[in-house]
Every structure is written in C-alpha cells, then in structure tokens.
C-alpha cells in the first residue's frame, strides 16, 4: 500500500507563487510515473504535470506550461509542482498519484487517470485577488 498526502495548498493573489508537496509512504513505493492533476468546481479532473521515472521525460499541460514546474526529491520520498505566475483559472483542488503498472513515457501525456492506482486526499489552492 502507499500513501500519498499533499500539502502546500492556500489562498493566493493572482501573479503570486506556490510550493504544492506531496509526500509518498509505504511499503510499496516504486512507481513508474508520478503525477499532479486538479479538478476545479463543475469541471473534470485534468492532468497537470507528471514526471516518469522509465525515462525521466516529463510532461506540461498546455495552460501551466512556463509558470509550473514539477520536480522531486528521491531521499525524502517526496514530489513537489512549483506554481509560478499563478492564474485565476489555476483555482482547484490539486491531487498527486502515481502508476505504477509498467515503464513509460510521459512525453505527450500523463495518460489514462485509470492507470494512476494511488492518489493523495488533495489541496485545495484559490487564487483570488
């Protein structure tokens, strides 16, 4: 089983930056590609960022291309999404999982969500003015 717990999340202005942390435990915790989606009121969950291990491609949704950066931290188990120039429309609730069924790449995408068998309880971040 693995447990992932996302933190970091808050109210923030318009143009300012935020640190989201998602920290992975368990006796499991190998995976294959790590990554970030959000889900905002009445909308669909979407793929935000995601990183594979297989071949350390990493993948951008358009809309936070530039402004988000998605990195991690093997000693501490943990996968941060820095948001930079943070939007209006960035307002959601921000998850992270992980697949861990088989190498691949995230060079066009994060993938089917389905493949993602773990997934944190979420952090909700509100950019408002």
């Known amino acids: 089983q693995v447990q992932l717990v996302e933190s970091g999340g808050g109210l923030v202005q318009p143009g300012r930056s935020l640190t989201l942390s998602c920290a992975a435990s368990?006796?499991?915790?190998?995976?294959?590609?790590i990554g970030w989606f959000r889900q905002a009121p009445g909308k669909e969950r979407e793929e935000v960022s995601c990183s594979s291990v297989s071949d350390g491609s990493t993948y951008y949704a358009d809309s936070v291309k530039g402004r988000f950066t998605i990195s991690k931290d093997n000693a501490k188990n943990t996968v941060y999404l820095q948001m930079n120039s943070l939007k209006v429309e960035d307002t959601a609730v921000y998850y992270c999982?992980?697949?861990?069924?088989?190498?691949?790449?995230?060079?066009?995408?994060?993938?089917?969500?389905?493949?993602?068998?773990?997934w944190g309880q979420g952090t909700q971040v509100t950019v408002s003015s």
């Open positions: 999982a992980i697949d861990q069924t088989a190498p691949r790449t995230v060079l066009v995408g994060c993938g089917w969500h389905r493949l993602f068998g773990f």
């Open positions: 368990g006796s499991t915790l190998d995976y294959y590609v």
